[in-house]
């Protein structure tokens, strides 16, 4: 059996799991990422939400999401902002800057965007990649939609059919669609901008939009515009076309959610991290209330890690974190318990405002992020707990999940940083 | 306006209904079908799938059983592309009643049901997700069945002989005239209009709604309405049917579909034949039961629970459930209540369709004077997707997503072809779990009988799959947002799509299904922000 020892091991490759490693390792630990699978972060938008709508009228987008959450963190105590916010701020200079470094560009403006999506509506979000950093739409004079014939999911005049119900557009701007034909066959995201990154493709699709634009024009594109970080579609793009070109969020598989992911395993190959992806822990030793160490499974490879702290990262329901019977919910690596609404999982109305309580099960933490027993007792002392692991945040409605993740990894990070010093 | 005539309209578009419109047809009658909704909306898409051998009513009804038989290798001939051949299994556990296997064997071979008996140890290395404790086993012609498909198959080979069909029309009204049915009054269940037919006799062939539809002739007509809830689970547990050698009960009885199984039922009286929401307490005690067959059972992955209205009907008794026949019952209010020209067929079961259409269609005829006889057993519902066909398909759709689309097309699976081998762009498969094309879509959408999204749902299956239309309904809203009819609102089309879904997602939402929900809110609510759409 494989024996493998580390100051920090964490547990998962979501956005949290890459934080609590990438702060972990700046301040010097030895630290080991271990993940099942390659994490949600990939099926994500790409862009850091913060926090959407005002707590008191959930129908109006908020502008400055930060003064927000502090106002939550009033009010929903059991909210994991709550545990985190002191470190908020921080964890957002701390990413802007990992970015930086790893040739991926992230924009802060301070307040929340208002970012189309390939369905036409908006969706408010805070950091924002540069190819997404759509300007005010209001300002607009020229949109140009571009779709791919042999892409099957983005549809430009759906996205502007929905576009003029749900923003307010300048009285004069022009909205139109182009279908750029390349091939016969399907492609999906990931081919098509693979493809993208060739330069003869790039032409082929040049030309074929250079006739449509005009000066000042806006040009949307589905988030296809290029698979590898470096290659700079968008600005080839722009720079030929002559106008701005941008990607709006679709459904998965999009590229700027695993442009992100690459970058900052990236970050944390060039620090010195271990990452293994592909390895399940199976087993922990527990004694009194610390993990000694767990047992992994790394394809096939029994492994026996030991550590001085923990980061559980594992994710929701989606990325594995948590399992379910039709009577059960269980934390997957330590059986630690969930906190949920016994009885009440789902809602009738799927898009209901008030969101499914299944988002919300999880488990619950104190500030240092210790997994918490329903009495208020820490269950593991050396064991912390990140991102959709938590209890109490209803991310799809809230529009905090990656935002929740980055700064509770951070904040595991900077923890686990500190400990044993 | 002058109104519409025909001899007779069938109201009720399940399979009794469209058996008898196919009937009435092939023997020159001049027929309408008139159904409130699309084909199948009721029970005869909301049960089994199963084509009975007739050995499960083997010991309480021989009659029925010899029925059930007769009509299977009827089906089987007439509507190969229907009909999986799957075969049937009884099992018996130890605390079944080992007598009854004797008593049940013994009354199979009455009927003339043939039974072979297999060793359970051979059963434990065919069918090892059945429990060890397996007493004894028998093979019986059980088949799967695709009821929308027959369903479609009967009304396409009417309407060769000149027969009608409105869908999404309700009757509202029954006009009579000296103790005799005149005609009908119909409203367009989508855009209001009114609808009349003239016609000598009507046939009150609407299951659950059988009452309703005598009530508006003025007659009483007791239907007992026995909910009954499923569950379909994303595998292909068994490549038999399985049945528990036991007398009827609930969760007894698995049948596999292509590549899932589906899973039941239970027996609970309502009093809204409309009322087909599966219970999450129904689901958990069906598992509960089948778990005595299939171990393991919790720990697959079910896709989504549903639920159908039984019609059972007993003249002048009040028990409901199991005890009541699931024969069926020919009902001549001529005799019975004076009314001439209005006949109805209430109970039966699916398997025994044709054999009911048959029958009901024997007294019309002799009421309206026609001697022609019954022909539907020897013409074929369908003819199959030929060779060469299924070829030119392959090449365009792949091996699987050509197979499936030939079984859903049938006749008309020629055309789609040759769009898609027209237009590469419609080769595009955007429904994954169903492999559904663009170019099936596109067919479906024009067909003429679509009116609603849930339409062309049912004809092409998109969304019906594994990921419960996570990404075929935001892909399908692009293919068919040129058709206001469909998708004029595009927030409405999908919340349609996503909230039918949904219903038969949450009785069964843990495992991997809760897995795929919380994906499908992220995209919906987190990536789109649909929640908040205008």
């Given amino acids: 059996m494989m024996k493998k020892n ?20 700046a301040q010097h630990k030895k630290v080991l990422l271990v993940a099942k699978g390659m994490g949600a972060l990939g099926l ?16 109006k987008v908020c502008t400055n999401p930060l003064a927000e ?9 059991e909210h994991p902002y709550a545990k985190v916010a002191d470190v908020l701020p921080e964890s957002i200079d701390f990413f802007l800057q990992i970015c930086h470094q790893n040739k991926i560009s992230y924009l802060n403006t301070n307040r929340n965007w208002q970012l189309p999506t390939a369905l036409g509506t908006l969706r408010p979000t805070y950091l924002v990649p540069q190819s997404m950093a759509v300007p005010d739409l209001a300002e607009v004079k020229e949109l140009l939609v571009v779709g791919f014939q042999a892409l099957k999911d983005f549809y430009p005049d759906v996205l502007i059919t929905n576009l003029q119900k749900n923003t307010p557009l300048g009285a004069h701007c022009h909205l139109k669609t182009l279908m750029v034909k390349l091939a016969n066959q399907e492609l999906n995201a990931n081919t098509l901008a693979h493809l993208l990154e060739k330069q003869a493709m790039l032409e082929q699709v040049i030309s074929q939009i250079k006739p449509h634009v005009l000066p000042g024009m806006v040009v949307l594109f589905p988030p296809v515009l290029g698979e590898q970080l470096g290659h700079e579609v968008t600005e080839v793009l722009s720079e030929k076309l002559g106008c701005s070109v941008y990607e709006v969020a679709n459904i998965p598989p999009a590229l700027p959610g695993q442009r992100l992911q690459k970058a900052l395993l990236h970050h944390l190959k060039t620090q010195g991290v271990e990452v293994i992806i592909g390895c399940q822990v199976t087993d922990a030793q527990i004694t009194e209330k610390r993990c000694q160490g767990v047992v992994a499974n790394s394809n096939g490879k029994i492994m026996e890690i030991s550590a001085q702290t923990m980061v559980l990262a594992t994710g929701s329901f989606l990325g594995g974190g948590l399992t379910s019977q039709s009577n059960e919910i269980k934390e997957a690596v330590f059986g630690l318990p969930v906190k949920v609404c016994p009885g009440k999982w789902s809602r009738q109305d799927f898009l209901s405002l008030a969101g499914q309580p299944f988002h919300e099960f999880g488990v619950a933490v104190n500030d240092q992020l210790q997994p918490l027993d329903d009495q208020g007792q820490v269950l593991l002392e050396n064991v912390l707990i990140t991102g959709a692991n938590l209890a109490g945040c209803n991310y799809p409605i809230e529009k905090c999940g990656n935002g929740v993740a980055l700064a509770s990894g951070y904040k595991a990070g900077k923890l686990v940083g500190e400990a044993g010093r | 306006m002058a109104a519409e005539k025909a001899q007779v309209v069938v109201i009720g ?29 009721g029970t005869s898409s909301r049960f089994h799938g199963l084509l009975h051998s007739g050995a499960r009513y083997a010991v309480k009804d021989k009659e029925a059983a010899r029925e059930c038989l007769e009509e299977n290798m009827i089906l089987r001939r007439i509507a190969p592309n229907c009909v999986e051949n799957t075969g049937g299994l009884f099992v018996q556990l130890p605390e079944d009643n080992a007598e009854y296997a004797d008593q049940w064997l013994a009354a199979c071979a009455e009927s003339g049901i043939p039974t072979e008996e297999l060793d359970p140890r051979e059963l434990r290395r065919n069918t090892p997700v059945l429990h060890h404790r397996v007493t004894r086993a028998f093979i019986v012609p059980d088949c ?3 009821g929308f498909r027959v369903l479609w198959s009967n009304v396409n080979s009417a309407r060769r002989y000149g027969a009608r069909l409105y869908t999404y029309h309700s009757l509202t009204g029954i006009q009579q005239s000296n103790g005799k049915v005149t005609g009908v009054e119909l409203t367009n269940q989508l855009t209001g209009e009114r609808k009349y037919i003239e016609c000598e006799m009507i046939i009150n062939s609407t299951g659950a709604w059988g009452g309703a539809v005598a009530a508006l002739a003025g007659i009483e007509l007791n239907i007992i309405k026995d909910k009954g809830t499923l569950v379909a689970y994303n595998h292909r547990l068994t490549n038999q049917v399985v049945n528990r050698l036991r007398p009827p009960g609930d969760g007894d009885i698995f049948v596999p579909h292509g590549t899932i199984t589906i899973f039941g039922t239970t027996s609970v009286t309502v009093n809204d034949a409309a009322c087909t929401k599966p219970g999450h307490g129904e689901v958990l005690d069906l598992i509960k039961i089948g778990q005595e067959m299939i171990p393991d059972l919790e720990n697959y992955r079910l896709i989504r629970a549903f639920a159908g209205v039984r019609p059972l009907y007993q003249a002048g008794n009040t028990a409901g459930g199991r005890s009541v026949t699931r024969n069926f019952a020919l009902v001549d209010h001529q005799e019975r209540d004076g009314l001439q020209g209005f006949i109805s067929i209430v109970g039966g079961k699916f398997t025994t369709f044709r054999l009911m259409a048959e029958k009901t269609v024997d007294l019309a005829a002799k009421r309206l004077d026609v001697t022609a006889p019954c022909r539907t057993a020897e013409e074929s519902l369908t003819s199959p997707v030929s060779e060469q066909w299924l070829e030119r398909g392959k090449r365009v759709f792949g091996i699987p997503g050509a197979k499936k689309a030939a079984d859903r097309l049938g006749d008309s699976f020629q055309r789609v072809v040759e769009e898609a081998e027209k237009n590469p762009d419609q080769r595009k498969i955007f429904c994954e779990c169903e492999v559904v094309s663009l170019a099936e879509i596109v067919h479906v959408a024009g067909d003429g009988d679509s009116f609603t999204l849930g339409d062309i749902r049912r004809k092409t299956r998109m969304g019906m799959g594994t990921c419960q239309g996570t990404f075929c309904s935001y892909r399908t809203l692009g293919a068919l947002s040129g058709y206001s009819q469909f998708a004029g609102n595009h927030r409405e089309y999908l919340t ?14 843990w495992g991997q299904q809760l897995r795929e929900a919380q994906l499908s809110s992220a995209i919906y609510c987190s990536l789109f922000g649909m929640e908040r759409m205008l």
């Fill in chain 1, 44 to 59: 994500s938008s790409g862009c850091i939400d913060l926090w959407g709508y005002q707590i008191n009228q959930p129908d």
């Fill in chain 1, 6 to 25: 580390t100051d920090v091991l964490v547990i998962g490759a979501g956005l949290s799991g890459l934080m609590a490693a990438a702060k972990a390792v």
């Fill in chain 2, 144 to 146: 799967a069945v695709d």
């Fill in chain 2, 13 to 41: 578009g399940g399979a009794t209904g469209t058996g008898i419109l196919r009937d009435l047809a092939l023997r020159g009658i001049s027929a309408i079908l008139v159904e409130q909704g699309d084909l199948a909306h």
């Fill in chain 2, 496 to 509: 349609k799509f996503l909230q039918k879904r949904w219903k038969g997602i949450r009785p069964v939402l």
């Fill in chain 1, 69 to 77: 959450i502090a106002k939550l963190v009033s009010h929903k105590p």
